[in-house]
């Protein structure tokens, strides 16, 4: 135990304790404010209370945001799994020409055609096609841009399942329609489950689409409607507010926890937005 | 947007062995099985993505007389971009912003994170981890919230703590404002990225170190780096793109006051929703394109070298 070493040890633990502040402080108002009797903008020890949350729930657009966004995200997600599943098995399995091409412009696409990059022809597009103020409208832009990236990490779940399970099938006289079924469908499961809710929870998240390209507030899915909340100001809002917050973090947390415990933390890069 | 998945094959049908069509699905259906996913993303991703050429040089407007009718002017948007005192100042903006919060601020963070939790007892681990984690997976309206409140002039936490009362972060220093902001809420990957990565540096190269006397960072320099610095530059690149493309800046300061915080994309909005100039921002956002084009090549270039 000498001098340097507990200085060092000392130090560690400085960063250490400087670093989790950094990362914990801003958001100690999500789980203060919510219950507060007087919500402010500071982080303070709440005097405790549930009366936001009934104001929250008897407001007339928080709860109504929340099927919005449901709707917006479930036709996505379902949407992205299946035909990221067909895409990525076919790309898997058979030698369709031009494949590799393929692939590397999907990859690319994945990276380079961004919400930001792309919303003003979108925002044309969708204008043109009447599909302004469309909830389906924002989920069909979504399925779009989430997926190539869909595509590529099922395709990486896809490569690792066993071929020999397909073969036996087969040489058991099963078609291809029950291979698929039968087979590939069971095995691939947590690949699909995985995507499910990586497509589930960057479509709850997005801001960005419906911002652009819903105009009335019944249909605004809660990210939207936050940012609404927020431009409107005043104190009357800030009862609202954070337990709308804390309402609408929860989903995506509750995901991440259960893929992470069920299946393990698998890293894809991008995985989140 | 979605990143890319890594490691990422470099050929992927070479290096994953030869596909194997074991169900006998047959080519005509692999095509049918792909075209619903490719019409998809030809509609949504491609189309748009080549119509910002067309619109770009038109004079497109969202009304008026060139919303019904507008004519193609040439390359009119580039050389007015190239004259356009605000056009300059966000890409100046986003410099700093990629700078300042992804460059240094994730980048650094995220590597002192992975460093440090090696040798952390587990329990520390999880906790450290799980918030960074966590900044990083709520809704992207939700942490702006939290940040405006968290800088408000008033009441905000960061001028409790502070002891003081009165100063708009978010007014007086903008910018230093998002840097902050954005390295809080990307560090998460760096951090997973540099974890990953640490493990592939032998141990026994480190004790070896640790047994000649060198120093932390001398360690770091001649023992950790050489292993990790094809991790530095992609993790580099990937994040330098999303951060320039972050739409998040005008969630907590939509470019203002008076333009000082307006990146790229936030001056995109403005110019094409609040503006009204569509095919100024179509000039714009084709440049923004060209650019992510030529990181994501660099960056697959540099995956490809690597495997």
């Known amino acids: 135990m000498n001098p340097a070493y507990v200085v060092r040890r000392i130090g560690f633990y400085v960063l250490i304790c400087a670093i989790t502040l950094f990362f914990a402080v801003p958001m100690l108002w999500i789980a203060s404010a919510p219950f507060d009797a007087s919500p402010g903008l500071g982080v303070r020890w709440p005097d405790w209370t549930l009366d936001n949350v009934r104001k929250t729930l008897d407001h007339p657009y928080a709860l109504h945001s929340m099927v919005n966004s449901l709707l917006i995200c479930v036709t996505t997600a379902v949407a992205v799994t299946a035909f990221a599943a067909l895409a990525s098995y076919a790309l898997s399995r058979v030698r369709i020409p031009g494949r590799d091409a393929l692939l590397y412009g999907l990859l690319l696409l994945s990276s380079v055609v961004t919400g930001t990059a792309a919303m003003v022809p979108i925002f044309v597009m969708m204008f043109q096609l009447g599909l302004i103020d469309s909830r389906f409208g924002v989920a069909l832009v979504m399925t779009g841009g989430l997926l190539p990236a869909a595509i590529f990490i099922l395709k990486d779940f896809v490569d690792a399942v066993p071929k020999s399970y397909e073969e036996s099938a087969r040489v058991f006289g099963a078609s291809t329609g029950q291979i698929l079924r039968d087979v590939v469908l069971p095995v691939a499961r947590p690949g699909l489950a995985t995507i499910l809710v990586w497509a589930f929870v960057n479509s709850w998240g997005n801001f960005l689409v419906p911002f652009l390209l819903i105009r009335s507030i019944d249909k605004q899915p809660g990210a939207v409607l936050l940012q609404t909340f927020t431009d409107e100001g005043g104190s009357a809002n800030l009862s609202v507010i954070p337990v709308f917050s804390l309402l609408f973090s929860i989903p995506v947390v509750v995901l991440y926890l259960l893929v992470n415990s069920r299946y393990g933390f698998r890293f894809h890069g991008g995985i989140k937005s | ?307």
């Open chain 2, 1 to 307: 947007m979605a990143g890319t998945s890594e490691p990422v094959p470099g050929r992927p049908a070479r290096v994953r062995g030869p596909a194997q069509d074991v169900a006998g699905l047959g080519v005509g259906r692999a095509l049918g099985f792909v075209a619903p996913a490719l019409l998809l993303i030809g509609a949504f991703l491609v189309f748009p993505a080549v119509w910002t050429i067309y619109i770009g040089i038109t004079n497109y407007r969202l009304t008026g007389v060139e919303a019904v009718s507008p004519s193609i002017i040439g390359l009119e948007n580039y050389t007015k971009a190239l004259n356009d005192a605000l056009f300059h100042n966000a890409l100046w903006l986003t410099l700093l912003f990629v700078l300042g919060s992804a460059i240094i601020g994730q980048n650094i963070l995220g590597f002192a994170l992975a460093w440090t939790m090696r040798k952390a007892r587990p329990a520390v681990r999880r906790t450290v981890e799980g918030l960074v984690l966590l900044a990083w997976i709520l809704p992207s309206t939700v942490v702006a919230y939290l940040w405006i409140a968290f800088f408000d002039r008033d009441t905000g936490t960061l001028n409790s703590i502070l002891g003081q009362q009165g100063t708009a972060w978010l007014i007086e220093y903008p910018m230093v404002c998002l840097v902050l902001f954005n390295t809080w809420r990307g560090t998460a990957f760096s951090m997973m990225l540099y974890s990953s990565a640490l493990q592939a540096v032998p141990p026994s190269q480190l004790e070896s170190a640790r047994m000649v006397g060198a120093s932390g960072w001398q360690t770091l320099r001649d023992v950790v780096f050489p292993h990790i610095r094809g991790h530095v530059l992609t993790n580099t690149l990937l994040i330098s793109l999303w951060t320039a493309n972050d739409f998040s800046p005008f969630l907590l300061t939509k470019g203002g006051p008076n333009h000082e915080s307006e990146t790229v994309p936030v001056y995109i909005y403005n110019v094409a929703l609040q503006g009204g100039e569509l095919g100024y921002s179509s000039a714009i956002s084709f440049l923004l394109l060209i650019a992510n084009l030529l990181v994501a090549l660099l960056y697959l270039r540099l995956l490809r070298r690597r495997s």
